[in-house]
């Protein structure tokens, strides 16, 4: 069982950068590949970024490619989204997920997930 809290949304400026945290609970955290998936409103959940057990590999959309970078600390059970050169269509609100068994886009594969944090770009 891991339990997820997703930390670190606000108001930020078209241009600017934030920093996501998203903090697991469970033994087992370092046993999952972790992903971060968003959604606006009147859209469905789309896939972000997501990083391997082991922080070796990762995968991001192309969406967000060069702007947005994902990382993990498992000493503190924790993974990160930095985002940076932020834009009005990144207003979403932002959840982190946990998939032991692969390292993937697929929203249905993961197991856990957060209740989510806010991010608002103002143009």
């Known amino acids: 069982q891991v339990q997820l809290v997703e930390s670190g949304g ?6 600017g950068s934030l ?8 033994r087992t955290f370092s046993r999952y590949n972790m992903g971060w998936f968003r959604q606006a409103p009147g859209k469905e959940r ?3 970024a997501a990083i391997s057990w082991s922080g070796g590999s990762t995968l991001y959309a192309d969406s967000v490619k060069g702007r947005f970078t994902m990382s993990r600390d498992n000493a503190k059970n924790t993974v990160y989204l ?3 050169s932020l834009k009005p269509e ?3 609100v932002y959840y982190c997920a946990a998939d ?3 390292l993937g886009q697929v929203r249905m594969a993961y197991d856990y997930w957060g209740q ?3 991010v608002t770009v103002s143009s």
């Open 82 to 84: 930095q985002m940076n």
């Open 46 to 48: 789309e896939f972000v």
């Open 100 to 102: 032991f068994n692969r």
């Open 116 to 118: 989510g944090t806010q």
């Open 10 to 15: 606000g108001l930020v400026q078209a241009g």
């Open 19 to 26: 920093r996501l945290s998203c903090a697991a609970s469970g």
């Open 90 to 92: 990144d207003t979403a």
